[in-house]
T-cell receptor, first 116, second 115 residues
Framework: AQSVTQLGSHVSVSEGALVLLRCNYSSSVPPYLFWYVQYPNQGLQLLLKYTTGATLVKGINGFEAEFKKSETSFHLTKPSAHMSDAAEYFCAVSVPASGGYNKLIFGAGTRLAVHP | EPEVTQTPSHQVTQMGQEVILRCVPISNHLYFYWYRQILGQKVEFLVSFYNNEISEKSEIFDDQFSVERPDGSNFTLKIRSTKLEDSAMYFC?????????????FGSGTRLTVV
């Protein structure tokens, strides 16, 4: 069964430090992978996605992620954290569903805290 | 940029009452979804919908839940008799392609509180 695992439910970094949020997936077919961000009391905003082509994808707010098939990983990084990056981050994979169309399944989320 | 619109943003209801959560997906999207997020927990798939039919539903989506697209623009989630454990944030989403390769666009959610 397809699944998404996010290592670390909480990550804390200093402002200006590297952000690394880990995501591993399992999928029986080539995956479409996504990162979403959720700010407090808000909805889910797409940060970036990987479908095909270049394995390093760039998203909004300076984030990027690299698809590594051999490691079944799609880790999210940002070179320099900003206070405004504090939020919950969800990795997700689009997987075949029983109805013949795909659905999105989410990891458990990683709460990123940024301290001065 | 096109948006998925959800109303209301907050709803408080008494246990046993019916609620209808409303969503307006992006106009050229064909695939629609409802997700649920209980406070502090992960986002869970409830149901997918295409061509006026449910494509797939999760174990959470029992007989108390129903979805419909009544008028070609709105996409609604009805909970017939709410329970305390239905308290959660409910997200509507839509996608253009059946694979989701162009992404899934989410609404800002409806926070449902059952008292």
């Amino acid at each position: 069964a397809q699944s998404v695992t996010q290592l670390g439910s909480h990550v804390s970094v200093s402002e200006g430090a590297l952000v690394l949020l880990r995501c591993n997936y399992s999928s029986s077919v080539p995956p479409y992978l996504f990162w979403y961000v959720q700010y407090p009391n808000q909805g889910l905003q797409l940060l970036l996605k990987y479908t095909t082509g270049a394995t390093l994808v760039k998203g909004i707010n300076g984030f990027e992620a690299e698809f590594k098939k051999s490691e079944t990983s799609f880790h999210l990084t940002k070179p320099s954290a900003h206070m405004s990056d504090a939020a919950e981050y969800f990795c997700a994979v689009s997987v075949p569903a029983s109805g013949g169309y795909n659905k999105l399944i989410f990891g458990a989320g990683t709460r990123l805290a940024v301290h001065p | 940029e096109p948006e998925v619109t959800q109303t209301p943003s907050h709803q408080v209801t008494q246990m046993g009452q019916e609620v209808i959560l409303r969503c307006v997906p992006i106009s050229n999207h064909l695939y629609f979804y409802w997700y649920r997020q209980i406070l502090g927990q992960k986002v869970e798939f409830l149901v997918s919908f295409y061509n006026n039919e449910i494509s797939e539903k999760s174990e959470i989506f029992d007989d108390q839940f129903s979805v419909e697209r009544p008028d070609g623009s709105n996409f609604t989630l009805k909970i017939r008799s709410t329970k305390l454990e239905d308290s959660a944030m409910y997200f509507c989403a839509s996608s253009e392609a059946w694979t989701g390769r162009d992404g899934y666009t989410f609404g800002s959610g409806t926070r449902l509180t059952v008292v």
